[in-house]
Nanobody, 126 residues
Framework: QVQLVESGGGLVQPGGSLRLSCAGS????????IGWFRQAPGKEREGVLCISVSEGVETYSDSVKGRFTISRDNAKTTVYLQMDSLKAEDTAVYYC???????????????????WGQGTQVTVSA
C-alpha cells in the first residue's frame, strides 16, 4: 500500500506562495491519480485539484483556479501543489491522497480515495 507524506506547509503572508510536496513510498505513485484536499477550521474537507497518470488535471475548487497548479514527477514518486497569490481563506490543512484509478474523477464523491497523508498546515496571515 502506498504511504504518503506531505511537506512544504507553513505561514505565509497574503499574496505569497508555497509549494507543497507529496512523497509516496511503497509501490509509489506512478499508477494512480493523486488529489489534493484541504480542510479549514470548522469547515468540511474539500477537494482542490487532482492529477491523473497522464497528467490530466481536474479542478474541484473554483476558488483556486488561476492560482494553484498541480504537477507530478513519477520518476521520483512525488506530486506537487504550487500555490500562488495565497489568500487568508486558503488557510487549511492540506492532504494528498491516492485515487484508486489512474484517472481523476470529475467529482470528488465519484472517486475512490485511499491512502491519505497526514496533512500539512498552511496558514495565510499578515
Amino acid at each position: 500500500q502506498v504511504q504518503l507524506v506531505e511537506s512544504g506547509g507553513g505561514l505565509v503572508q497574503p499574496g505569497g506562495s508555497l509549494r507543497l510536496s507529496c512523497a509516496g513510498s511503497g509501490f509509489g505513485l506512478a499508477h494512480n491519480a493523486i488529489g489534493w484536499f484541504r480542510q479549514a477550521p470548522g469547515k468540511e474537507r474539500e477537494g482542490v485539484l487532482c492529477i491523473s497518470v497522464s497528467e490530466g488535471v481536474e479542478t474541484y475548487s473554483d476558488s483556486v483556479k488561476g492560482r494553484f497548479t498541480i504537477s507530478r514527477d513519477n520518476a521520483k514518486t512525488t506530486v506537487y501543489l504550487q500555490m500562488d497569490s495565497l489568500k487568508a481563506e486558503d488557510t487549511a490543512v492540506y492532504y494528498c491522497v491516492v485515487e484508486e484509478s489512474p484517472n481523476c474523477p470529475i467529482r470528488t464523491d465519484w472517486g475512490t480515495w485511499v491512502s491519505w497523508g497526514q496533512g500539512t498546515q498552511v496558514t495565510v496571515s499578515a
